[in-house]
């Protein structure tokens, strides 16, 4: 028998387990929500599992941020794999993963695991984790420059290399071989 879930890996509540239990579940801001999350770029109705044939389909529902799978806006309804990760706006990832339990097993759970810290009064912390990597890539942070040393370097080989050629040519087309090199030729 497997459940399902999805684990916050970047948002509010970094780490929290959302257990998906139920044909139909809405993912929103809206606190009646099965899974709920109090971040603005949620929508109050965001997203729609459906089960359908033992696995979880979803679905935008209209969202001004909209929903992603792997990193590919949603379009239509998607069917869900273990391993995927889906993301609400830019902020908010959640892994969705397969559970395998054995009904007869006795099952612990973390509390930690299961419950959202307190809310807080002040603006949402997130973590500083690394972008997912099937994210676009991000503007250069103010302040960061670049290093400019491999193309200076570049730049002077190659002006380097045409000033010796054109000196070569020089030498060549104005018959000054012996002028500037008497021990090769014998001048």
């Not at 809405?26 to 033992?54: C, M, P, T, W, Y």
């Not at 935008?60 to 993301?87: E, M």
Request: charged share 15%.
């Amino acid at each position: 028998m497997s459940k399902f879930q999805f684990v916050m890996r970047s948002g509010p509540t970094l780490g929290v387990t959302f257990p998906l239990d139920g044909d139909q579940l809405l993912i929103g801001r809206d606190s009646s929500n099965a899974v709920s999350i109090n971040d603005a770029e949620v929508s109050r109705k965001h997203s729609r599992l459906s089960f359908q044939g033992g696995k979880y389909v979803i679905e935008d529902l209209g969202s001004t941020n909209g929903t992603f799978v792997n990193g590919q806006r949603l379009a239509g309804p998607v069917v869900l794999k273990a391993g995927d990760v889906v993301s609400l706006g830019e902020q908010i990832v959640l892994m969705y993963d397969a559970v395998n339990m054995d009904p007869g097993a006795t099952v612990a759970v973390s509390r930690k695991a299961v419950q959202a810290p307190p809310a807080q009064a002040s603006a949402p912390v997130y973590s500083q984790q690394p972008a997912p990597s099937y994210a676009p890539p991000s503007q250069p942070v103010a302040g960061k420059k670049n290093n400019m040393t491999p193309i200076f370097i570049g730049v002077g080989v190659f002006l380097f290399i045409c000033m010796c050629s054109g000196f070569f040519w020089w030498v060549d087309s104005t018959y000054r071989w012996c002028t500037f090199f008497p021990f090769i030729l014998g001048c």
